[in-house]
């Protein structure tokens, strides 16, 4: 898979340290050299000598190392790779990164190269969410750093939330698509992603179950195949992939505004879980708990974004994928969906309690098209994701029926 490329990967000073090890063993596994640079903070968490062994080659460390200088120099160390990827790259590394500081080896060969440089981030989820750190994300995404995660979940410092360093098997895939063939560039596909909410008062609202973490698996399987994509998400759990046109949304009456306004598109994909109802007559202040008396919700319909999409006379995307997520009759429903919405292609799937696929890391789908069913095996949400895009990508390449 990655036979003949040079990675330099530099380690820098975090706790997920020690996942490199095993993305060094991964990326010797799938065929690619591995040249390591370590930080002094990071020979803390992680020895120079089971990173070289590993990796099969001498670690990098010093700036002035007179003998490794004289061998071969930081300028061109950082020139001699095919990929510079950062893993774990901490909130320090890319805040010198984004300003230009070169006062060790790993920041000078970050500034002295002009190789592509993937950041795999990996913090506390403060540090992660304070805006120095969203603000160098943002200047080194400009300076054209391309970045995989940070996961969602609880941290080695025991709080939750986003700033855990991406799975090796993740990195990997980034760097697989990294040199893989980019089907889908020059195509533009708009993602609906997450939960909507219909406010009932300025504190109370209702929506539907969803993490968002298949829509955004998604968005990052489409990026990676080339695609230019726009990202309608509602408020949901799982971050937005880096290097995706984010558009944030409430409700469903706001996303499918923004929907509309993002086309034409070559393909949409509608995995948003988007509330079917929103309160008619909602308070514009905070309802009161009166004993005895309960407030009186009236419900109206939102818009089927999807169906309308499907439907249109002008400007309907190419191909049309929606999802169906059932707790019975999966096959039959999302077929009768399919043909409801006038949608191309709907992804089945059983999200009963039992399967753990809501609010899980796996997903077991069909896919319904044209064409007929084709069940999927029980796939993380990343291998659903990239399995999405590359059907997506084989349909615009062989224009199979829809
Ligand atoms: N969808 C949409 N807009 C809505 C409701 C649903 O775009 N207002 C999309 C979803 O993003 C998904 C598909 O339609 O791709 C199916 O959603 P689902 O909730 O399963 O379908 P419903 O039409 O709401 O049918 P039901 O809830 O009765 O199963």
Redo the contacts with the bound molecule.
């Keep these: 898979m990655l036979n003949g490329k040079r990675i330099l990967l530099i380690i820098t000073g975090g706790i997920a340290a020690y996942k490199s090890l095993d993305l060094i063993r991964r990326l010797r596994d799938a065929g690619a050299a591995v040249t390591p640079v370590m930080t002094r903070s990071a020979a803390e968490f992680v020895t120079p000598l089971s990173v070289s062994s590993l990796a099969g080659q001498a670690v990098h460390q010093d700036l002035f190392d007179l003998t490794q200088e004289s061998e071969i120099g930081h300028i061109q160390l950082s020139r001699s790779a095919d990929l510079i990827v950062v893993a774990p790259a901490t909130a320090d590394i890319m805040a010198k990164a984004a300003q230009g500081h070169a006062n060790d080896l790993a920041t000078t060969v970050l500034l002295a190269t002009d190789t592509p440089v993937l950041m795999v981030p990996a913090m506390n989820v403060r540090m992660w969410d304070h805006p120095a750190t969203q603000r160098n994300v943002s200047l080194l995404q400009q300076d054209g750093v391309a970045f995989v995660g940070p996961d969602v979940g609880g941290m080695a410092c025991g709080e939750f939330g986003a700033g855990r360093m991406s799975e090796p098997a993740e990195i990997l895939a980034a760097i697989a698509a990294h040199f893989g063939p980019k089907p889908l560039a020059g195509r533009r596909v708009l993602v ?1 992603s997450g939960p909507t909410h219909e406010p009932i008062d300025p504190v109370r609202y209702i929506a ?1 179950r969803s993490s968002g973490a298949q829509g955004a698996a998604i968005a990052t399987a489409l990026r990676d195949l080339g695609a230019d994509v726009i990202f309608v998400t509602g408020p949901a759990d799982a971050p937005t992939p880096q290097g995706v046109t984010e558009i944030s949304v409430e409700t ?1 009456a706001q996303m499918m505004a923004a929907v509309l306004d993002h086309l034409p598109v070559d393909a949409a994909v ?7 109802w929103r309160v008619e007559n909602a308070s514009s202040h905070k309802v009161k708990k009166v004993a005895g008396a309960l407030p009186e919700l009236s419900l109206t319909e ?6 309308q999409v499907s439907q249109l006379q002008t400007g309907r995307p190419d191909l049309v994928v ?5 707790t019975n009759d999966v096959i039959e ?1 999302a077929k009768a ?1 399919r043909q409801r ?1 006038g949608c191309d292609w709907i992804v089945a799937n059983d999200v009963s309690p039992e399967t753990g696929i809501m609010g899980g890391s796996e997903n077991q789908v069909s896919l319904i098209t044209g064409a007929g069913v084709t069940p999927w095996p029980r796939l993380s949400k990343t291998e659903t994701g990239q399995k999405l895009a590359q059907s997506i990508a084989d349909h615009f390449n062989t224009a199979e029926p829809r």
């Design positions: 609906t539907n469903a509608f995995a948003a879980a988007v509330a079917d939102n818009p089927d974004i999807l169906a929606g999802f169906a997520a059932e429903n969906k919405k």
